[in-house]
């Protein structure tokens, strides 16, 4: 018993190292750093313990307010319609017959294109001056937009740009689910007469939920991460209607150079939105089984 | 042919190949003098002529040079995480003038005299107000005193006006020297949304907004500081002086500029002018671009000249230029292969060639030579002419702070977010508490009401 609890440990401890050394010593090192301002003199860093003041300058940066704010906005309607989209392409192409696999590659298409080229193919189609978007509207008589410029529906751009960009994440999942429900529950609701609607709402929702869940957690997460989108197609602007938290902290903590007042907005930004998605996948969790 | 034969003829064939491979090989290194150097560089509208000049230098010399090109923020920060390194992996950093004083101050550049005493600017060569020297006792920028010459300025980028000169005769319009001489004249020549009269940038970035609207300010007498030379870092961003440089250019976006103002990136600015959307743009110069017939529909048709004034005071723009220095942290045969290209970049023949791959020089002989009385080069005169009105923009380590506040303050103002002065309020108050938190003295104005 003792050799295997030894080997049992033994064999458990490159993982533990490397998880250490990779995770938790760098969130210490950021916590460290958020105690202190740094300042470069002769070549040379120099510490300074400010104590809980970067934390304090928080509530008063206008960045991040906003960043945690559109974040959350962005978060919340991305994954929300993806989920919707992703959901409905699947259970679309499930019934289809032919062209089937053809299908399934154009929807998974967008997910395949790394988001430096997907921004620069936005920015493009979003020009004011010379987008295919303000074309066409000014070839049906319209007046061109100003999707990235104005204040109101930059966000709502951006916002449009990734639901095209992960739907097909969400879509692929659900789809994988979908196609592995048992087929005599459907079998027997046919039987017993019950009508499409019944069938999604009482039979598919249910059985999906599990699926629904981890798509919801894990697109959550890479929401709250956005950066590439936010970066090539408005920087941020105008003013700070698109400023996203992984945008606000890029630019404290590597642009202005302020590792400490960056490191305690990384640290703040993490327990917000940890706390969030735990609320929201403990809430998904209690709910789905009774929907 | 036999199998034999076929085999003969491989292997003769094989080792001709091979033994041509190798003379190649071991040529290379029989005609370079300097060990390979690595240039950190952003990617800029001169940076094609820039790369040509480079690949120049390589052929004439032998010596290899090699690019490392980035977004402006992005070079910026390679540039920061190379100096506080054991060992940079670049020998030559291209420091943007809104950030040099950072690595000079934080102590990261070797003095180029202390590498080589007998190095020095040439003659021929801006000193772009002092930038390229550093009194390290003092603590700052100054060829006088303790002063050393620590960078060579590798492109002269200022705010130049640019406009169309065919629409200009067929108007029967003159140069305007002022911003109401020119409001006059876009407003004549504002055609939406055909063409605008003028297109400025207004987007938020890590220098942009705020280095354009620098000519504006600066030719009302307003500005960011009072005076950063003399030490006197009294927050003037409010002042009426000021206001009235915003003013100016909210009224040419309003009234004759393009309706994304806030929106528009420098590229969106020189891709106005070389569609022809634009009659107007200040943008640093691009001039190979536009005669470019690949690149533009405006060819031959557009003309240079120094920014505009107000009537009380005279034309200003914002030294936007870029150094090249040395780290400390390299070992000395890439300090010397540096110091190498930065003595055949000075040269009038790089120089020349420079300008003729449709970049600036940062040559005054070259500017004001023969070559500016060609039509090629008629960009020149506006260039020689305005670099006497540049200023340098930031002589403090927390620019790039300071830059975050002015840069969404002045773009909210732009896109309508923040009323003015309420945006010129805010950002003297923050910009205040920044200069306060370093040690400064920076005592405010009364706010604009």
Redesign the interface.
């Known amino acids: 018993m003792k050799s295997d609890n030894f080997w049992r440990y033994a064999t458990l401890a490159p993982a533990v190292i490397l998880f250490v050394l990779l995770t938790i010593l760098p969130l210490f090192n950021l916590l460290a750093l958020s105690f202190h301002d740094v300042e470069?003199?002769?070549?040379e860093?120099v510490w300074e313990w400010v104590g809980a003041r970067n934390y304090a300058r928080l509530p008063e940066d206008?960045?991040f307010n906003a960043g945690i704010l559109n974040t959350i906005i962005f978060a919340v309607l991305a994954v929300a319609f993806q989920m919707v989209l992703g959901f409905w392409l699947a259970l679309m192409t499930t019934r289809v017959t032919r062209l089937r696999v053809f299908y399934r590659a154009v929807f998974i298409l967008p997910i395949l294109v790394p988001g430096i080229i997907i921004g620069a193919i936005w920015k493009l189609m979003y020009?004011?001056?010379?987008g295919v978007i303000n074309q066409t509207i000014m070839f049906l008589g319209g007046n061109?937009v100003?999707w990235?410029?104005?204040?109101n529906l930059?966000l709502m751009s951006v916002i449009i740009v990734d639901v095209w960009h992960w739907t097909p994440f969400c879509f692929l999942l659900m789809l994988a689910s979908l196609e592995s429900l048992p087929t005599d529950i459907f079998e027997a609701a046919e039987i017993d007469g019950a009508t499409k609607g019944q069938v999604l709402r009482h039979i598919i929702l249910p059985l999906m939920m599990p699926a629904i869940i981890v798509t919801f957690i894990f697109r959550m997460i890479l929401a709250f991460k956005v950066f590439d989108e936010i970066y090539l197609l408005?920087?941020?602007?105008?003013?700070?209607?698109t400023e996203v938290i992984s945008f606000t902290i890029y630019?404290?903590f590597?642009?202005?150079?302020?590792s400490g007042y960056g490191s305690a907005m990384s640290l703040a930004t993490i327990a917000v939105i940890a706390t969030l998605i735990i609320l929201a996948s403990r809430f998904a969790t209690k709910k789905g089984p009774e929907a | 042919m036999t199998k034999k034969h076929l085999l003969g003829e491989r292997l003769r064939f094989a080792s001709l190949l091979a033994g041509t491979a190798m003379a190649a090989a071991l040529a290379a290194p029989v005609l370079a003098e300097e060990a390979p150097i690595t240039i950190v560089i952003n990617q800029s509208p001169w940076f094609p002529g820039f790369q040509s000049v480079v690949e120049l230098y390589e052929e004439t010399t032998g010596n290899t040079v090699e690019l490392d090109v980035n977004p402006f923020a992005g070079s910026l920060e390679k540039q920061r995480t190379a100096v506080r390194t054991d060992e940079s992996p670049f020998d030559l950093l291209i420091m943007n003038a809104g950030f040099f004083v950072e690595f000079y101050k934080g102590g990261f550049m070797d003095a180029l005299t202390d590498i080589d005493p007998e190095f020095k600017l040439s003659d021929e060569i801006y000193d772009f107000d002092e930038s390229v020297c550093w009194d390290a006792t003092a603590e700052t920028v100054t060829c006088g005193g303790d002063g050393k010459l620590t960078a060579i300025p590798v492109n002269p980028n200022i705010l130049i006006m640019h406009y169309r000169a065919d629409l200009y005769e067929e108007n029967g319009l003159e140069v305007p020297k002022t911003w109401d001489e020119l409001m006059a004249n876009a407003q004549v020549l504002n055609d939406q949304p055909k063409i605008y009269g003028i297109s400025q940038r207004g987007q938020r970035g890590a220098f942009d907004v705020t280095y354009d609207v620098f000519p504006y300010i600066w030719s009302h007498g307003g500005g960011i500081f009072k005076d950063q030379k003399a030490g006197d870092f009294t927050i003037t961003i409010n002042s009426p002086e000021t206001l009235a440089g915003m003013e100016t250019y909210l009224k040419l976006a309003s009234e004759v500029g393009h309706p994304s103002t806030a929106g528009q990136t420098q590229t969106n600015v020189i891709q106005n002018m070389a569609t022809g959307k634009a009659a107007h743009i200040q943008s640093v110069l691009a001039p190979g671009l536009f005669d470019d017939p690949n690149q533009s529909a405006v060819v031959g048709n557009v003309n240079y000249a120094a920014t505009p004034a107000s009537k009380d005071f005279p034309a200003a723009t914002p030294l936007g230029h870029w150094l090249a220095g040395v780290p400390k942290n390299v070992p000395d045969d890439r300090k010397a292969a540096a110091l190498a290209f930065l003595t055949w970049f000075q040269t009038p023949e790089a120089q020349e060639a420079y300008a003729r791959a449709g970049s600036a020089p940062v040559s005054r002989a070259v500017m004001e030579g023969p070559m500016s009385e060609t039509e090629e080069f008629r960009w020149m005169k506006a260039l020689s002419e305005a670099i006497p009105t540049a200023g340098l923009t930031f002589l403090i380590p927390e620019a790039s702070q300071v830059l975050a506040v002015t840069e969404l303050r002045f773009n909210e103002a732009i896109g309508g977010q923040l009323e003015l002065k309420e945006a010129l309020n805010t950002a003297a108050k923050e910009i205040a508490k920044i200069m306060t938190d370093a040690g400064y003295d920076a005592p405010m104005l009364d706010e604009l009401k």
């Open positions: 470069w003199l002769n070549r860093a206008t960045l020009s004011y001056d010379f061109p100003d990235l410029g104005n204040p930059s408005t920087g941020g602007g105008p003013g700070t209607s630019r404290r590597f642009t202005e150079d302020q």
